[in-house]
């Protein structure tokens, strides 16, 4: 029965980290947009780029200044996303062992009593 449940939270886990995974790509899609825009190619269409320029408030901040904050971004939820999957790793252990190890009445009181 636990093992069952076990078996749902790492789905979820898995679910969790990859829509992680997603955040990061479409930051770099993004990055990788703004870069063209600043290089003045029109692979982007321009819609897109119209889209780009209003949410990242291009008028206000120079390309270069928006650019790092979205490489800062994408090493920030890399960074996140590994110390998550370290937290999580450490719980399903420590869950583990838990299943194990006997517990503090299976291991002294039962066997008091069979003394």
Known sequence: MQQDT???TLTVHNTCVGSMHTGQYKLHQERSALAEIKRDE?????MKRKRLLR????EEKNLDQVNEE??????AK???SSRYRK?????YQNKM????QPSYT?????KKGTN
């Open 6 to 8: 076990t078996k749902q």
């Open 87 to 91: 937290r999580q790793n450490q719980y």
């Open 70 to 75: 979205l490489k800062q971004k994408v090493s």
């Open 78 to 80: 890399a960074e996140w």
């Open 106 to 110: 299976e291991k002294y009181v039962y």
């Open 97 to 100: 062992q838990e299943m194990l």
């Open 42 to 46: 029109m692979k982007t269409r321009n």
């Open 55 to 58: 949410k990242y408030n291009i």
